[in-house]
T-cell receptor, first 113, second 114 residues
Framework: AQSVTQLGSHVSVSEGALVLLRCNYS??????LFWYVQYPNQGLQLLLK??????LVKGINGFEAEFKKSETSFHLTKPSAHMSDAAEYFC???????????FGKGTRLHILP | KAGVTQTPRYLIKTRGQQVTLSCSPI?????VSWYQQTPGQGLQFLFE???????NKGNFPGRFSGRQFSNSRSEMNVSTLELGDSALYLC?????????????FGPGTRLLVL
């Protein structure tokens, strides 16, 4: 069965600094991988997804993630943090067609002025 | 295009009662899934409906049930409420194949069980 581990329930970075949110997955087949963001009192919004095309995936708001099969990782990065990036981020995995999506526990990103 | 809507947004119930939550997907979307979000357990998958059929189910007791109507609107029911059912319940819709499609989430229904 597939699973997702997000390292760090809270991450703090200074405004303008690099954002790195870690996600490791487990899957018995080539996975579909997603990053979602949740702002306070809102539902989740897709940032980006990997579906076996390019290993470097670019998403909205300047975020990108790299699929590394050898490391079973799908870390999310952004070169320069902005105050508006403060939110909770979820990594998710699916084993494909008609399969359920499993979410990680989430990482809350804090941006320091 | 209107997004996913959920009603009600907030709900207070007492133990032993039952509750029904409603979700209207984006027009044209045939898949609706439900999640329970709590601080301790995070986002947990409840079930997914596609064309009125339950296609996937998470590990929740039978007190949690759902259905989907011919217009793709979905309802979720929780019977005999327990304190631990207090959570944010999120609904998400997608066009088709659940596992690889982008899911669009509603704002959620926050349920408080007293």
């Amino acid at each position: 069965a597939q699973s997702v581990t997000q390292l760090g329930s809270h991450v703090s970075v200074s405004e303008g600094a690099l954002v790195l949110l870690r996600c490791n997955y487990s899957s018995s087949v080539p996975p579909y991988l997603f990053w979602y963001v949740q702002y306070p009192n809102q539902g989740l919004q897709l940032l980006l997804k990997y579906t076996s095309a390019a290993t470097l995936v670019k998403g909205i708001n300047g975020f990108e993630a790299e699929f590394k099969k050898s490391e079973t990782s799908f870390h999310l990065t952004k070169p320069s943090a902005h105050m508006s990036d403060a939110a909770e981020y979820f990594c998710a995995v699916s084993e494909g067609r008609d399969d359920k999506i499993i979410f990680g526990k989430g990482t809350r990103l804090h941006i320091l002025p | 295009k209107a997004g996913v809507t959920q009603t009600p947004r907030y709900l207070i119930k007492t133990r032993g009662q039952q509750v029904t939550l409603s979700c209207s997907p984006i027009s044209g979307h045939r898949s609706v899934s439900w999640y329970q979000q709590t601080p301790g357990q995070g986002l947990q998958f409840l079930f997914e409906y596609f064309s009125e059929t339950q296609r996937n189910k998470g590990n929740f007791p039978g007190r949690f049930s759902g259905r989907q109507f011919s217009n793709s609107r979905s309802e979720m029911n929780v019977s005999t409420l327990e304190l631990g059912d207090s959570a944010l319940y999120l609904c998400a819709s997608s066009r088709g194949s659940f596992g690889r499609e982008t899911q669009y989430f509603g704002p959620g229904t926050r349920l408080l069980v007293l």
